[in-house]
């Protein structure tokens, strides 16, 4: 009885506690859908003025837009007036022109006095005197791009006067203006892409709307009656309202004001309140069945989750978890803590695993910018010495014409010049590493130039090592520098027959690659894409990682002194860079080395190896050469070789003098010999500069190396180019040939 009295007090107690907890759970639901649909008002008025800042900001660059694509016609219009010296016709043909001019709707041509001297329109009447009118208040106001408001008609206009002088401006000629109409159909696009109303305003006027006939006369009234309110009744309908100046220098002005809604995205509140309700009832009934159930259910196993999470926090991964089986909230949190306690237990050891990836990378980081400092270095050396070596070269080859056969100063004089060859071969390659030389580049098949080149492979490669081709089938193309490309090949070579001392073999392979993330992620630095791969491999004594991270340096060798100058792997590094591709090496001490190069494929048919024949015979007709060049030594000697080749030399020292000469000779200048890189004007703009006066000019560029990152020398498209150091010989037979042949045709 006792016990059955205790439980009975126990279960009203229960019961008591339970009401009570009912109770606080409801009253603590209407609070909480209270709070919810208070913040959900907010909310959505704080939508509705985000949708409209949001509209009006989308209608703005819509017309900024129009307005960038007016300014482009208003220039060309302003060009085409210039050309034909104000000529009326223009505005007829421009608007008959639909390809340049198809969007503009408006045409006026006016002269400096802004008079209208043409005027065409596609959609009204509008009339030379209103137009005078109207480009008149744009010159007051002071205004470029605006708008114009006659008779019901919008345009959003571009004015744009042009000068006798354009770079000076120093006379006005006349002013360009070119305009687009905008009218409903307009409007409504714009309405549409804001998801809005549009009411357009000229002063007090209302100009359009996108409602409409009758609401469009209480909106007369709300905007009269509330000109800054953000709130405007329209029927049974609240709007609200924001308003911008289109043309803020005018007045009147022309306003722009977007409405939104509230009936709209108070819709859904209406809906959401319904919502709120029966989900705050569904919880005050269901709340009391399921409190008792999951309070019991859920205290045990929770603190045995809690024990694990404090064992997590201890660092320990195999804490074991007391878990009742089944699918209730607690099991499934018991579960996915577990879960995400392996998963931070995988996470440890992959951080670890990235942190060593990290360093990794970090060193190579400062391998590559090691090297870039290195190729700087090394481009500004061989800048400075190949003008060194021209004169010296150009000096000697002079020095051994006057001396005679049995001279004693003849044999000393040609060791200068050899020596000065040997110096300008390590300046090549020393321009390759820092990838400043000029490239010709071609497209190319790899498979086809490698097979030209095994004749001459087997030559150089010992007997004692078997050399292999595997050449590809239906290997891409590639654009790149034939005689580079070889270079490469050479290069790489060479270098695996110095590895195996003892015999062994070489393969050269050639094949298409496809590069996915994965694969660019295990062969930094390449970069996803289409390539097409050359690799070198060798049977040689290999590399360790030590020597593997420096080959590319140059001046780096592992060979005996005077066995190698160092700059063999480097030339190969700055040419495939320059060209695009990139380099990976796999070595290992003992096991040989493998050389990849990846360059990218395209899809254009391979250009013929055949090069057309040129004639080495100077031209014998009397020639004016004009030659350009800060280097005072290189500018006296290229000059002395020409002049002995029987042609009439003019030199300048920088592009200035060089366009002082053109412009004051009376005699003819045939052509312009001119170094590249030169100090306040580049060689290319001199030539783009004279060729504007004289066209019939031909170019030679001249040059040793190009500035460091500058990318392409596409600027040799409209010239021939004459490598530093040069002789005589290769001087007179560029200049002749650009003479005979006029402009080059380079792919």
């Known amino acids: 009885m006792k016990a059955l009295l205790r439980s009975h007090n126990d279960l009203r107690l229960r019961t008591k506690l339970l009401l009570w907890l009912v109770l606080f759970t409801a009253a603590l639901t209407s609070a909480t859908l209270l709070v919810v649909r208070h913040s959900a008002q907010a909310q959505v008025q704080r939508q509705i003025e985000q949708d409209t800042r949001n509209a009006l900001l989308t209608i703005q660059a819509a017309q900024h837009q129009r307005e960038m694509l007016l300014t482009r016609k208003a220039d060309l219009l302003a060009t085409l007036a210039y050309m034909r010296n104000g000529d009326p016709t223009t505005i007829q043909d421009a608007s008959q022109d639909p390809w340049q001019f198809g969007d503009c709707d408006l045409f006026a041509l006016a002269d400096r006095k802004g008079k209208i001297v043409a005027l065409h329109t596609t959609t009204s009447g509008l009339s030379i005197a209103t137009t005078e009118k109207l480009l008149r208040r744009s010159f007051k106001e002071g205004s470029g791009p605006g708008w114009w408001f006659d008779d019901g008609h919008l345009f959003q206009v571009v004015l744009q006067p042009y000068y006798e002088d354009e770079p000076g401006k120093s006379r006005l000629l006349g002013t360009a203006v070119v305009g687009r109409e905008l009218d409903s159909s307009g409007a409504s696009d714009l309405g549409r892409i804001s998801s ?20 469009e006369e209480v909106l007369e009234v709300q905007l009269l009656d509330h000109p800054r309110g953000e709130e405007i009744q329209i029927g049974n309908e609240r709007f609200f309202a924001s308003s911008i100046a289109l043309d803020s220098g005018s007045q009147p002005a022309l306003r722009l004001t977007v409405l939104k809604s509230y009936d709209e995205v108070t819709a859904s509140l209406k809906r959401l309140n319904r919502l709120l309700v029966g989900l705050g009832l569904a919880a005050v009934l269901g709340g009391g069945v399921l409190v008792f159930v999951i309070s019991d259910r859920s205290t045990r196993p929770l603190r045995y989750l809690a024990e694990g999470v404090r064992a997590l926090e201890q660092g320990d991964f195999i804490y074991p978890l007391k878990s009742h089986g089944g699918g209730d909230e607690v099991a499934q949190v018991t579960r996915a803590f577990e879960d995400m306690r392996n998963t931070l237990q995988r996470n440890e050891v992959q951080r670890q695993q990235l942190e060593v990836q990290r360093q990794q990378l970090e060193g190579q980081l400062r391998q590559a910018q090691k090297m870039d400092a290195m190729g700087r270095l090394a481009g500004g050396v061989a800048h400075d010495f190949n003008n060194l070596l021209t004169v010296i070269k150009g000096n000697s080859s002079l020095l051994i014409e006057c001396l005679q056969s049995d001279d004693r ?8 010049e050899s020596a000065a060859d040997r110096a300008a071969s390590l300046t090549r390659q020393l321009l390759a590493f820092c990838r400043m030389q000029v490239l010709q580049p071609k497209i190319l098949d790899l498979n086809m130039l490698v097979s030209e080149m095994c004749k001459l492979l087997r030559r150089l490669i010992r007997e004692d090592i078997a050399f292999t081709f595997h050449a590809s089938e239906s290997l891409g193309r590639v654009k790149a520098d034939p005689g580079q490309i070889e270079q490469v090949i050479m290069n790489l070579a060479v270098n695996a027959g110095d590895a195996m001392l003892a015999g062994g073999s070489l393969t050269i392979e050639t094949r298409n690659v496809t590069v996915d993330e994965q694969y660019a992620l295990a062969r930094p630095p390449i970069l996803p894409g289409q390539y097409v791969l050359l690799a070198v491999a060798d049977t040689g004594h290999g590399m360790d990682a030590e020597t593997k991270s420096r080959i590319f340096e140059p001046f780096f060798t592992t060979k005996e002194q005077g066995k190698g100058t160092g700059l063999g792997l480097a030339t190969v590094y700055g040419i495939v860079k320059q060209s695009g591709g990139c380099v990976w090496v796999e070595s290992q001490p003992g096991k040989g080395a493998r050389f990849e190069v990846y360059l990218p494929r395209v899809d254009q048919a391979a250009e013929s190896s055949a090069d057309e024949e040129i004639a080495l015979t100077p031209v014998r007709r009397h020639k004016t050469v004009l030659v350009v060049e800060d280097e005072e030594g290189v500018r006296e000697l290229a000059s002395e070789f020409l002049q002995s080749a029987g042609y009439t030399v003019l030199s300048a020292k920088d592009g200035a003098e060089a366009l002082a000469i053109a412009e004051q000779s009376d005699e003819p200048i045939h052509l312009l010999l001119t170094d590249v890189v030169m100090p306040k004007m580049r060689g290319p703009e001199l030539a783009k500069r004279l060729k504007d006066l004289r066209t019939r000019l031909r170019i030679v560029y001249m040059s040793g190396y190009l500035e460091y990152n500058r990318g392409n020398d596409d600027f040799l ?29 380079r792919t």
């Open 717 to 745: 498209e409209d010239g021939f180019f004459l490598q530093k150091p040069f002789s005589r010989d290769t001087l007179v037979l560029k200049v002749g040939e650009a003479l005979r042949n006029g402009s080059k045709s």
């Open 409 to 416: 100063l003849l044999g000393r004089t040609q060791q200068i």
């Open 196 to 215: 809005s109303h549009l009411i357009f305003r000229y002063g007090n006027d209302l100009v359009m709307s996108t409602f409409s006939l009758p609401k």
